[in-house]
Antibody
Framework: EVQLVESGGGLVQPGGSLRLSCVVSGFTFSDPYMDWVRQAPGKGLEWVGRIKNKAQSYTANYAASVEGRFTMSRDDSKNSLYLQMNSLKTDDTAVYYC??????????WGQGTLVTVSS | QSALTQPPSASGSPGQSVTISCTGTSSDVGAYSYVSWYQQHPGKAPKLMIYDVNKRPWGVPGRFSGSKSGNTASLTVSGLQAEDEADYYCNSYAGSNNYVFGTGTKVTVL
């Protein structure tokens, strides 16, 4: 069974930092690209970014709204995906989902972790 | 990158069909055959329903279908069932390793 489990969410002040983790099981983690998607309370989905696999040099791409502030990484030996979020703004408040990228679609999703940016 | 445009709501009676549109531009929906659709029930994670415009993942009922014409993609749910009541989001590749979601449509089964 494919499982993705996010953690690391919580309350952080504006300008602060937070690191999210996503541990996966049920598939060969090193193969697929992986994405982060977020959803502000009561709002729609927003693509955050994607990190490719080792064959593609772990290249990461980001949405313009987080470029320069967020950094994606992965540790294939730990079946883990990470999202380092710096210079957080109140607009970054959202549930953050990790997802497996498959044929340009997101085939499996975690249950999400809530990040609240507030003073 | 602006969000793709979807109608806020759509509805139908059980057994009827409902079609949701997803309008983008010649730089995203119109440029690539990489449109996917996701279903999201309240408090749950999204679920992939359609990928590459019109392909269904294993396990998704055949009454879900997708299509595209120009800059607009569509999702049709035929034979509506109570469990189809959910929010639906389209997504498209937008070039330069970027993706964009639609604004979302709430489907109500009357």
């Amino acid at each position: 069974e494919v499982q993705l489990v996010e953690s690391g969410g919580g309350l952080v002040q504006p300008g602060g930092s937070l690191r999210l983790s996503c541990v996966v099981s049920g598939f060969t983690f090193s193969d697929p690209y992986m994405d982060w998607v977020r959803q502000a309370p009561g709002k729609g989905l927003e693509w955050v970014g994607r990190i490719k696999n080792k064959a593609q040099s772990y290249t990461a791409n980001y949405a313009a709204s987080v470029e320069g502030r967020f950094t994606m990484s992965r540790d294939d030996s730990k079946n883990s995906l990470y999202l380092q979020m710096n210079s957080l703004k109140t607009d970054d408040t959202a549930v953050y989902y990790c997802a497996r990228d498959w044929s340009t679609a997101l085939s499996s999703w975690g249950q999400g972790t809530l990040v609240t940016v507030s003073s | 990158q602006s969000a793709l445009t979807q109608p806020p709501s759509a509805s139908g009676s059980p057994g009827q069909s409902v079609t949701i549109s997803c309008t983008g531009t010649s730089s995203d929906v119109g440029a690539y055959s990489y449109v996917s659709w996701y279903q999201q029930h309240p408090g749950k994670a999204p679920k992939l329903m359609i990928y590459d415009v019109n392909k269904r993942p294993w396990g998704v009922p055949g009454r879900f279908s997708g299509s595209k014409s120009g800059n607009t993609a569509s999702l049709t749910v035929s034979g509506l069932q109570a469990e189809d009541e959910a929010d639906y989001y389209c997504n498209s590749y937008a070039g330069s390793n970027n993706y964009v979601f639609g604004t979302g449509t709430k489907v109500t089964v009357l």
